[in-house]
C-alpha cells in the first residue's frame, strides 16, 4: 500500500497487522495475499497469489459485495472451506478494497491521476 500517513495512519496500521498477524483459521500469508489481491483489484488489476478455489470469491468481495450470495458460500463451503475461514477471507479482502479506494482518493486529492 501507499503512504497512509496522516491523521488515522496508527489506527489503520493496528488494523491491517490485527487482520493479517492474529491466531486464526486461516495462514497469515493466505490472508495478506488476500489483502494484496483486493487492493491492487481496486487500483489495478492483478495479483495471483491467492489460491484458484478463492480468487473469484476474493474479486467479488473486492468489487461487487453487493452481490454476493447464499450460493457462492455455499459453494465454497462445500469445497471445505469452513465458516471462520471465510469470514477471514472475506474481512481481508474488504479491508484490502478499503484501502485501495482510500489510496486512489488521497491520490485524487494531492491531484495524481490514476494509473
Known amino acids: 500500500m501507499g503512504d497512509l500517513s496522516g491523521r ?3 489506527l489503520t496500521e493496528r488494523l491491517v497487522e490485527s487482520v493479517l ?3 486464526g483459521h486461516t495462514a497469515s500469508e493466505l490472508r495478506r495475499a488476500t489483502l494484496a489481491r483486493a ?3 481496486v487500483l489495478t488489476p492483478g495479483g495471483e497469489d491467492v489460491p484458484p478455489a478463492l480468487t473469484a470469491y476474493v474479486d467479488k ?3 461487487h459485495a453487493h452481490t454476493v450470495t447464499d450460493a457462492d458460500v455455499v459453494a465454497l463451503q462445500r469445497a471445505g472451506n469452513s465458516d471462520d ?3 477471514e477471507v472475506t474481512v481481508a479482502a474488504a479491508l484490502g478494497a478499503a484501502l ?3 489510496e486512489r482518493g488521497l491520490a485524487a486529492l494531492r491531484g ?3 494509473d
Open 112 to 114: 495524481e491521476e490514476p
Open 85 to 87: 475461514a471465510l469470514f
Open 61 to 63: 468481495v473486492a468489487l
Open 21 to 23: 498477524t492474529r491466531t
Open 100 to 102: 485501495g479506494r482510500l
Open 8 to 10: 488515522y495512519a496508527a
Open 39 to 41: 487492493a491492487r483489484l
